[in-house]
Nanobody, 115 residues
Framework: QVQLVESGGGLVQAGGSLRLSCVIS????????MGWYRQAPGKQRELVAA???????NYGDSVKGRFTISRDNAKNTVYLQMNSLKAEDTAVYYC?????????WGQGTQVTVSS
């Protein structure tokens, strides 16, 4: 059973930084996609950043140049470093993995950016 445990969310002032972590039970080498999505109140869930099995990374347009996704294979952990945070980055951030037809979402972690 794959489990995703996110941490690192919180309240930060605009311009500040946070790092989110997603610990994934089981080997992260088996997933086609590993990444972060977010959902703000009243808005659809959107891609923030993701590793694709081809070896590439995808970023949402609104976070390019500010956010960086990384991974520690030994710790089965995916990180999201968020810099230069803006009020519009306020959302619940979800870790997400895909393996073939299987996909799993984490419980989410709240990020609130005060202006």
């Amino acid at each position: 059973q794959v489990q995703l445990v996110e941490s690192g969310g919180g309240l930060v002032q605009a311009g500040g930084s946070l790092r989110l972590s997603c610990v994934i039970s089981g080997s992260i080498f088996s997933f086609n996609v590993m990444g972060w999505y977010r959902q703000a109140p009243g808005k659809q869930r959107e891609l923030v950043a993701a590793f694709i099995s081809s070896g590439s990374t995808n970023y949402g347009d609104s976070v390019k140049g500010r956010f960086t996704i990384s991974r520690d294979n030994a710790k089965n952990t995916v990180y999201l470093q968020m810099n230069s945070l803006k009020a519009e980055d306020t959302a619940v951030y979800y870790c997400h993995v895909v393996r073939g037809e299987f996909n799993k979402w984490g419980q989410g972690t709240q990020v609130t950016v005060s202006s």
